[in-house]
Antibody
Framework: EGQLVESGGGLVQPGGSLRLSCAAS????????MAWVRQAPGKGPECVAN????????FYVDSMKGRLTISRDNAKNFLYLEISSLRADDTAVFYC???????WGQGTMVTVSS | DVVLTQSPLSLPVTLGQPASISCRSS???????????FHWFHQRPGQSPRRLIY???NRDSGVPDRFSGSGSGTDFTLKISRVEAEDAGVYYC?????????FGQGTKLEI
């Protein structure tokens, strides 16, 4: 069974930027569609970005378009998410997951506050 | 983006009784290759979501056979034949036919 481990979250001031990382192991990462999912406190999950196997196709949720960049490094088995112009309502746990949701990481908390 | 609407949002059930959750999509989830990428998840407080069912009706490894999924096109259902205490939590439907993937708003199962 595979494993995903996120990192890079933390406390950020409004207007700031972050780069989240996700280390994949135990499965064929380079053959897997991947996604970043965020879950605000007390809310349901929301997929914010998808990326295909070789990184040539990316998809973003409308509400965050223009502020997100999803990317991957198949040689290192890493998935990334860059978020810019962070706002208080971006505060959430960000999960890395395989495209159909079979494997999830434990999540990394992003808190946007001054 | 595709909107998934779950019902009910809250589901009180008695141990040993059946339970059913519905999920309706704003558009057909049948992909160009004929597959339907529709899945069900369960989440307990403080934990990551866990997938139970993939592609409408396929149970993931380790998921008890009291869980079953059905449906087609735009209407889907998750059924629990006999609810057990460990089934408490929130259930989400998700589609990954049309990207970005989207989730339903969740159904809280209360025992």
């Amino acid at each position: 069974e595979g494993q995903l481990v996120e990192s890079g979250g933390g406390l950020v001031q409004p207007g700031g930027s972050l780069r989240l990382s996700c280390a994949a192991s135990g499965f064929m990462f380079s053959n897997s569609y991947m996604a970043w999912v965020r879950q605000a406190p007390g809310k349901g999950p929301e997929c914010v970005a998808n990326i295909n196997e070789d990184g040539s196709q990316t998809f973003y949720v409308d509400s965050m378009k223009g502020r997100l960049t999803i990317s991957r490094d198949n040689a290192k088995n890493f998935l990334y998410l860059e978020i810019s112009s962070l706002r208080a309502d971006d505060t959430a746990v960000f999960y890395c997951t395989t495209g159909w949701g079979k494997i999830w990481g434990q999540g990394t908390m992003v808190t946007v506050s001054s | 983006d595709v909107v998934l609407t779950q019902s009910p949002l809250s589901l009180p059930v008695t141990l040993g009784q059946p339970a059913s959750i519905s999920c309706r999509s704003s558009q057909s989830l049948v992909s160009s290759d004929g597959n339907t990428f529709f899945h069900w998840f369960h989440q307990r407080p403080g934990q990551s979501p866990r997938r139970l069912i993939y592609k409408i009706s396929n149970r993931d490894s380790g998921v008890p056979d009291r869980f079953s999924g059905s449906g087609s096109g735009t209407d889907f259902t998750l059924k629990i034949s006999r609810v057990e205490a460990e089934d408490a939590g929130v259930y989400y439907c998700m589609q990954s036919t049309h990207l970005p993937s989207t989730f339903g708003q969740g159904t809280k199962l209360e025992i």
